[in-house]
T-cell receptor, first 114, second 113 residues
């Protein structure tokens, strides 16, 4: 079974540039999560989707971050414009409703904003 | 803010030794989970313990939960070099109806051959 796929794995951009991350969850998983992980910290939830609906986006900085999950499968997280403080690893995870909330994580996208 | 706090922040042991790390949390939980993260990789689920359970085993892993103290411990027995990773506890609070997990800052474990 294929795991959660994320791309790109690494991204280096200059501040004020836009950037987008893509995630393909495990087939059949209806819940998708985007996390941000700063160096030396645990992941912090940015947004959570149930199918195509964003059910928890309270931690998403909406002035510059946006996300979408078209057709309830793949998802894209965008930052525009990026700031220096956005440098982090962006993790995507998915889970299947009805199973005890085990989340399956992708390898993450490591973003460096210069 | 993060719900869980792991202790110690870092742990260095030799192969064959046991590694113990602790997690404390602040509010009532439905369950507590432990994840492992190898350098440059995503998190991997290790074990889940429910709020009405006190101890759980999985292979070389042993997890305990003390809800009165709001704390959990993860024990890795007979450690191997491949156990080198960061370990995170994550809690699902009772106030959350949809599987939201709150992660601690993690314990970085180094196992030397």
């Amino acid at each position: 079974e294929a795991g959660v796929v994320q791309s790109p794995r690494y991204k280096i951009i200059e501040k004020k540039q836009p950037v987008a991350f893509w995630c393909n969850p495990i087939s059949g998983h209806n819940t998708l999560y985007w996390y941000r992980q700063n160096l030396g910290q645990g992941p912090e939830l940015l947004i959570r989707y149930e199918n195509e609906e964003a059910v928890d986006d309270s931690q998403l900085p909406k002035d510059r971050f946006s996300a979408e999950r078209l057709k309830g499968v793949d998802s894209t997280l965008k930052i525009q414009p990026a700031e220096l403080g956005d440098s982090a690893v962006y993790l995507c995870a998915s889970s299947f409703k009805g199973v005890e909330e085990t989340q399956y994580f992708g390898p993450g996208t490591r973003l460096l904003v210069l | 803010s993060q719900q869980g706090e792991e202790d110690p922040q870092a742990l260095s042991i030799q192969e064959g030794e046991n590694a113990t790390m602790n997690c404390s949390y602040k509010t009532s939980i439905n369950n507590l989970q432990w994840y492992r993260q190898n350098s440059g990789r995503g998190l991997v689920h290790l074990i889940l313990i429910r709020s009405n359970e006190r101890e759980k085993h999985s292979g070389r892993l042993r997890v305990t939960l003390d809800t009165s103290k709001k704390s959990s411990s993860l024990l890795i027995t007979a450690s191997r070099a491949a156990d080198t990773a960061s370990y995170f506890c994550a809690t699902r609070m009772t106030t959350d109806s949809w599987g939201k997990l709150q992660f601690g800052a993690g314990t970085q474990v180094v196992v030397t051959p």
